[in-house]
């Protein structure tokens, strides 16, 4: 339990209450003055810990800086009576008070910012679409901006008539919408032998779901005519710089493989295929090919460098398996989570993330002991195929060291496994495909951290 | 029709708009042809612009040579500053060493200790190197330098001359080290891992094994609680229903009695109403009180101490009446 001594200092004119429900909440902010937040700062010292870690200082700072002063005859804050801006014509952005939710690199992880990942901030983040703006960004060679008039389809191979087609022409066809998620095969690689990073966001970052608009591969392959006889896979390239490409095996291209270029009702992001992308459901992220110029229908796989030099996963005997699609089932609580702390007793929510790359999420189970109990948590509708689910659970952290981990079982009756089951296969080497159960330790000052078990 | 001019009707055309049918019977066959007739049909000269990609049997090369010490002058000249003089720097790539290293405890991986078909070097300098100017190359030199990095990993021997017929038999270190026998190429693929999905009292461990060093992430990723909304404190806090506003404009007992609520209820003793006191002892915990009781008292309303209605309550101001119930649910402290 917490020792109360080491808790919250009360000042004098807040009712000390106290009990299961914790300590006093802060007033909001617009009702502070600007530095006179010394409740907060005394705060940030003593449970900062080290106040480098959470940086609970800087963090009150932060808060000071934009709070405004009340006029104190009547204690509204001022946008409360000043007239507004003028309705907004350009493209809107978030708040400005939201500035700091953005995708991150994970220091160290690359050296050129071009052939780089950005993470998608999933603790921030509600419901199951990604915004488009936040959706994780994985370049070989860095982002082009396509212009769309410039650019060309090719769909040729074995095909009765090889054709280009035009953004026009590809938008004249029936269109799909349908959620599903893109997970990068190396999402979560950086753990396969020990915590590596500190937040959801480098942990699970490399992880978005958006609605997808665009064209059914089949359709498009119909169009050209595919040999339904020979063609056993089709080589999707891109038009950036590094030309990325991989072999789509044809059933799965017949299947629910789409030729995308609407994502969240709006064009895709030029960081994520302006204005033509292959979607690959369920199958790691690579596949859904960006800037997408042509579709090669061949009668075997193409092994280009994506499929044998990476996107491999090494065993421990040394032998790699290769053409390892499918995301495996796999969820993350995403609050409480890494680098969050808990500043009160009482009640939580427990919330987080669950998909399958083999249909629908099932059922999703959290535990807040270190699996050793486990509850079931509730799941938001929809639940869709290949598309992130959220889940909730309800909890009252009463100010105990806790264990707290979710277990996704999907449609196929999977369930996700350990880190050290994964470990007794697979060794540590292997990067990618790591859908282990995350274990996020809250510690008794409500510090929440990534841990691993034995 | 007059829009899908070219109405073609072929095999795969029909079993997919049969497809489509059965998926979707909204759709009416004649509002969806098989074909749009859309897109220009490709011309040979257009196709092989674009058509670059190389398969381990060499289709897709084009015709053309490079010996190893040409690639070398290629390769010093465009590649060696990012990728050491040797092809030894990791900082970008290392693209020499590791052969025989996969299956130890530190694998190096390389295109020499992992491709295993040398057609897929050549493939993908040829398409994205050298990185900052990649398709460049002209297919010579693509062959020169591809036999100038094989010869980094020892692959070929010094003098070799690369052509389309000689790339594709090359003897890759680790030609025989890939499978395919695992449960990820098909949706009902076997997982080769299982977990049960236990309950109650399971047997695992609880001890952690892994964890961030104490300095490691201010060291590395500065101040990460700016990496949170910044409202998540205030937030997490806002869920526990206990009085938040103790230095407000008008304290809470002068609202209660400007506002009129003191002649129903009183701190400790239940009179018309319920007594503030055994109001905050009955929500205090519900993390939805604040939100509820203030919608209670503007509606008004009985049956949760009663039959007695309390009459909706107009007179405070929105601000106000977030005061009054964060006091009321503090209630014990300000008796």
Request: net charge neutral; charged share 20%.
């Amino acid at each position: 339990m917490l020792n109360e001594d080491n808790a919250l200092p009360l000042s004098p004119q807040e009712p000390a209450v106290r009990g299961s429900y914790g300590r006093v909440a802060p007033a909001p902010t617009h009702f502070l003055v600007p530095g006179g937040d010394t409740r907060r700062r005394l705060l940030g010292g003593l449970l900062g810990g080290s106040a480098t870690l959470f940086g609970a200082a800087s963090f009150a700072q932060q808060k000071t800086e934009r709070q405004v002063n009340p006029p104190p005859s009547t204690g509204l804050p001022r946008w409360s009576q000043a007239l507004g801006q003028p309705v907004n014509t350009t493209y809107g952005t978030p708040s400005e008070y939201e500035k700091n939710i953005v995708r991150r690199q994970s220091p160290g992880l690359t050296t050129t910012n071009q052939s780089s990942i950005a993470f998608a901030p999933l603790q921030n983040l509600f419901g199951i679409i990604t915004p488009s703006g936040l959706h994780f960004e994985r370049d070989h060679s860095g982002r082009p901006d396509v212009d769309p008039d410039q650019h060309r389809l090719l769909i040729h191979g074995l095909v009765r008539e090889a054709k280009i087609f035009t953004m026009a022409d590809i938008l004249r066809y029936p269109s799909v919408s349908r959620i599903h998620f893109i997970e990068c095969g190396a999402n979560t690689g950086m753990e396969w032998a020990n915590v590596a990073v500190p937040t959801v966001q480098y942990s699970h970052g490399m992880l978005s779901c958006s609605e997808y608009t665009g064209v059914l591969l089949s359709t498009l392959l119909d169009e050209v005519g595919y040999d339904s006889k020979k063609s056993r896979y089709v080589l999707a390239e891109g038009a950036d710089a590094a030309s990325l490409t991989r072999s789509i095996p044809i059933e799965v291209a017949l299947n629910d493989v789409m030729v995308v270029y609407g994502q969240n009702g709006e064009m895709l992001r030029p960081e994520n295929g302006y204005p033509l992308r292959l979607l690959v459901p369920g199958v790691q992220g690579v596949s859904s090919v960006k800037w997408l110029r042509r579709l090669k229908v061949g009668d075997a796989a193409f092994e280009t460098r994506e499929e044998t030099r990476h996107y491999t996963d090494l065993m421990p005997d040394g032998i790699s398996r290769q053409y390892t699609w499918v995301q495996e089932a796999k969820s993350v609580i995403t609050s409480p989570s890494g680098g969050q702390k808990l500043l009160d007793h009482g009640y939580y929510e427990i919330t987080g993330l669950a998909w399958s790359g083999r249909g629908a999420v099932k059922r999703v189970d959290v535990s807040t002991d270190g699996g050793r109990n486990w509850k079931t948590a509730s799941l938001q509708a929809p639940i869709l195929s290949k598309a992130l689910t959220r889940f909730r659970m309800d909890w009252r952290w009463g100010g105990d060291s806790a264990l707290l981990q979710s277990r996704v079982i999907d449609s196929t009756g999977y369930v996700q496994p350990l880190i050290k089951q994964l470990r007794a296969v697979r060794g540590a080497r292997s990067i990618y495909h790591n859908n282990a159960i995350q274990t996020w330790q809250v510690d008794p000052l409500g510090n929440v951290s990534n841990v691993q078990l034995s | 029709m007059s829009n899908f001019p070219n109405f073609k009707l072929h095999g795969s055309g029909l079993a997919l708009l049969f497809l489509m049918l059965l998926a979707d019977p909204a759709l009416a066959a004649s509002d969806r042809p098989p074909s749009l007739g859309l897109g220009s049909p490709a011309s040979r000269s257009q196709i092989a612009r674009w058509d670059i990609d190389v398969r381990p049997d060499g289709i897709g090369l084009p015709v053309g040579h490079g010996s190893v010490e040409e690639g070398q002058l290629v390769y010093d000249e465009k590649c060696a500053a990012c990728h050491g003089t040797f092809g030894e720097s990791g900082d970008y790539a290392q693209l020499a060493g590791g052969v025989g290293s996969l299956h130890s405890a530190q694998p190096v991986r390389t295109v020499g200790s992992v491709l295993s078909h040398a057609t897929t070097l050549w493939d993908y300098i040829n398409r994205a190197m050298p990185f900052p100017n990649s398709k460049s190359l002209t297919p010579h030199e693509v062959y020169a330098v591809t036999a100038y990095v094989l010869s980094l990993n020892d692959i070929v021997p010094p003098g070799t001359v690369l052509n389309e017929r000689s790339l594709p038999g090359i003897a890759m270190p680790n030609q025989s080290g890939f499978t395919t026998h695992h449960g990820f190429m098909a949706i009902r693929g076997e997982p080769d891992v299982k977990n049960s999905a236990c309950m109650k009292n399971c047997t695992t461990s609880t001890t952690i094994i892994s964890r961030l060093p104490a300095d490691f992430t201010a060291k590395n990723y500065g101040n990460i609680s700016q990496e949170f909304r910044s409202l998540n404190r205030d937030t997490l806090r806002a869920e526990t229903p206990i009085p938040s506003m103790p230095t407000t404009p008008e304290s809470g007992p002068k609202l209660a009695l400007i506002n009129g609520c003191t002649a129903c209820h009183q701190t400790e003793q239940k009179i018309v109403g319920p007594s503030f006191k055994d109001i905050a002892q009955k929500y205090r915990q519900s993390p939805d009180a604040l939100k509820n009781l203030t919608q209670k008292i503007r509606a008004g309303g009985a049956g949760n101490w009663g039959e007695t209605p309390m009459p909706p309550q107009t007179k405070p101001s929105a601000l106000d009446l977030d005061i009054l119930v964060r006091w009321i649910l503090a209630s014990p402290s300000h008796s």
